[in-house]
């Protein structure tokens, strides 16, 4: 799962992802990163963890991670938060395999950003719910 700065839409998506895939027990290991390198180390934003915890999730203990080309190798599919990431991730790639991993989180739409407005946090939270519950259905 990959966003900009790894601090809203991505640590959501993993921290969701990971909970319902350890919930159906699939073995699948579930990340984020960003393509910025301002938030390395920290943790998810104060309104995310907010919204994830009122779903029942705690992504608090996450911590943001820059993407890098490596996770090419690592992980089957990548999907991103929006076009921006999209285009910034396939960038990194040197192969059409690793191109070919790189999809959009919503298939042919894009993850709004809420982190300059509070009132979207909640309703990213469950679109991404959503769209996890989708993806699990369709891979396992």
């Avoid at 990163?33 to 996450?62: E, F, M, V």
């Avoid at 960038?91 to 191109?99: G, H, I, M, Y």
């Avoid at 990213?124 to 993806?135: A, G, L, P, S, T």
Wanted: glycine fraction near 4%; charge should be positive.
């Amino acid at each position: 799962m990959v966003c900009l700065g790894n601090i809203c839409r991505s640590p959501l998506a993993e921290g969701i992802m990971r909970h319902l895939v350890n919930k159906q027990n699939l073995n699948w290991e579930i990340a984020s990163a960003g393509t910025g390198n301002w938030h390395i180390g920290k943790a998810p934003d104060h309104r995310s963890i907010a919204a994830a915890k009122a779903l029942g999730y705690d992504i608090s203990k996450q911590r943001a991670q820059q993407f890098s080309h490596s996770m090419f190798a690592k992980y089957d599919l990548i999907l991103v938060m929006d076009r921006n990431n999209l285009n910034d991730v396939q960038s990194l790639a040197k192969t059409v395999e690793d191109r070919k991993k790189v999809k959009l989180f919503l298939n042919n739409d894009e993850v709004t950003d809420p982190y300059w407005d509070n009132a979207l946090f909640s309703p990213v939270c469950k679109q991404v719910e959503e769209r996890c519950m989708e993806i699990i259905k369709q891979l396992s």
